[in-house]
């Protein structure tokens, strides 16, 4: 039971950060003139093999600063941890670094 439970929560957080940076995107760019259509994508999250993790890591830059954002799952597409940082940078390559 606790299994289900921690996926549902996952699943719940998941729904949550995507919910609050398509807020923030929107906000972001009706203050800085950006079509909608310009970086907004939906994407599909495919399982690692058995026994493994998987990383995802994303930055969005700003006008001076930016955001990196890390989230590990495992196999079973469980959340093992998130996290997300802002740096003092607006160079497009140091954030993604």
């Known amino acids: 039971m606790e299994d289900l439970s921690q996926q549902v929560k996952s699943e719940e957080l998941e729904r949550a950060f995507q919910r609050n940076f398509h807020e923030h995107w929107m906000i972001m760019s009706?203050?800085?003139h950006i079509p909608p259509s310009s970086t907004v994508s939906i994407t599909h999250w495919n399982n690692p093999?058995?026994?493994?993790?998987k990383i995802n890591c994303d930055a969005a830059v700003g006008k001076f600063d930016s955001a990196i954002a890390m989230i590990a799952r495992d196999w079973r597409g469980n959340l093992v941890f998130a996290c997300s940082i802002k740096v003092n940078t607006n160079i497009p390559i140091q954030a993604k670094a």
């Not at 093999?49 to 993790?53: A, L, S």
Request: hydrophobic fraction near 0%; avoid cysteine.
């Open 49 to 53: 093999t058995r026994e493994r993790r």
């Open 30 to 32: 009706k203050n800085h």
